[in-house]
């Protein structure tokens, strides 16, 4: 499979000098990257109100938080793990580390697609990606083509329909978490089996949803049974 990047314009980055932080906090006066056995850094704030921050010599899997104006600390908006939950710490995940071996998987064209939607906390016993792979040659026998998880992003609690995640970037830490759902996928692959996600963009649950305390993510304009909409009417979603 043809890798597109794993760059994020936020959150944690690895690079060869440690990790460089950003995140989106117009809101803010002030924001420090607090990492577990490290005093807190200081993050450079620019005009948009984007702060920026680098820790050297940082490995993948070291946890930390954002200090918000030197009282709050909440985990990053745009994490990628959170090993402990929606309310937890985040984690610093290196998505090239992952030794895929999909290559040669090309994918299926739209008219070959036979969809079994797949609910990851209850296709199994277990109740993770990890658990879902014995089950694919099964699903191949079936005649599936494709497998459409429901909702992974990182949402309160260890099983539920997903629809109320936080963390759009964060694979569900109880359904074992980036890596475990690439294992998956590149198990999928194997089997020349697509993946396709079912992701939530028009609102976020309410527990640990905590973008709001960063800027201007949601808006009164309109109303959602969830909470605030998301302010896609900002000059901030123009792209």
């Not at 710490?89 to 040669?104: I, K, L, Q, Y």
Request: with cysteine; net charge negative; hydrophobic share 40%.
């Amino acid at each position: 499979m043809k890798s597109l990047g794993a760059s994020l314009h936020l959150g944690a980055t690895v690079r060869d000098d440690g990790v460089v932080f950003r995140a989106w906090a117009p809101r803010c006066r002030t924001l420090d990257v607090v990492v577990e056995g490290r005093r807190p850094l200081a993050m450079t704030r620019q005009d948009d109100g984007l702060f920026e921050g680098v820790v050297a010599g940082l490995p993948a899997g070291t946890r930390y938080q954002y200090r918000l104006d030197g009282e709050r600390y909440r985990p990053d908006p745009a994490s990628r793990f959170q090993p402990e939950g929606v309310h937890g710490p985040s984690m610093v995940v290196n998505p090239a580390s992952f030794p895929w071996t999909d290559e040669a998987f090309t994918g299926h064209a739209l008219a070959d697609l036979v969809i079994y939607e797949l609910h990851v906390g209850t296709f199994t016993a277990a109740g993770t990606f990890e658990a879902i792979v014995p089950h694919l040659p099964n699903l191949v026998e079936l005649g599936v083509t494709a497998v459409e998880l429901m909702p992974v992003a990182e949402f309160p609690g260890s099983r539920n329909w997903g629809y109320d995640g936080v963390h759009l970037f964060a694979a569900q830490s109880t359904y074992g978490g980036p890596r475990g759902l690439r294992r998956l996928v590149d198990a999928c692959h194997a089997h020349g089996v697509s993946v396709l996600l079912d992701v939530v963009y028009n609102h976020l649950g309410p527990e640990g949803n905590y973008l709001g305390e960063f800027g201007p993510y949601f808006t009164d304009r309109y109303r959602t049974p969830w909470g605030g909409a998301v302010n896609f009417d900002g000059p901030e979603a123009e792209g």
